[in-house]
């Protein structure tokens, strides 16, 4: 998969899977928003409870899809970001490495930091996060290239120095 397929197919994937935590997210928050703003005046009657409950659902179904949006743009937005870093990295290096992964992850990770103006130990530990998902990725990606019997070139620079036993 070359570096262009792999950045749509990142950014898709996970933007889908941010929408369906966000639909989840916002539903529940819409449904409790829903609840608490009407406690005072609960229905008594069932026609009452009925439309109480069709109302609810409509609210649940709003806050979904407000959700799914929001997080989905954000989670994609994220990995867009780390997709694209990643890949002018592995275009400067000249090849797939997972220095550039783990570049990106930290890169990313302070981004976030600084747009979302984190604390000092939140902006830590985002990247702590950003640095493990970078040597996560970009030891995945080396092992399938090395699988594929092309080994990456931090093993093949090992591999020279060190003699063979």
Request: aromatic share 8%.
């Amino acid at each position: 998969m070359g570096p262009a397929d792999r950045i749509v197919a990142m950014a898709m994937v996970s933007g889908g899977v941010g929408a369906v935590c966000g639909a989840y997210l916002g539903g529940q928050l819409s449904g409790r928003q829903y609840l608490a703003e009407r406690a005072h005046r609960l229905p008594t009657t069932v026609e009452g409870w009925f439309f109480y409950q069709k109302w609810k659902n409509y609210r649940v179904l709003l806050g979904g899809m407000k959700g799914a949006v929001r997080y989905g743009g954000r989670i994609g937005g994220c990995v867009l970001a780390y997709s694209l870093i990643e890949a002018g990295l592995d275009r400067a290096l000249g090849e797939a490495q997972m220095a550039s992964s783990v570049i990106a992850g930290a890169a990313t990770a302070v981004g976030i930091s600084l747009i979302a103006k984190l604390p000092k130990s939140s902006a830590r530990r985002a990247g702590v996060a950003g640095l493990g998902v970078g040597l996560v990725t970009g030891a995945m990606q080396d092992g399938l290239r090395w699988k594929a019997g092309s080994p990456p070139a931090y093993i093949v620079w090992a591999q020279r120095r060190l003699p063979a036993q």
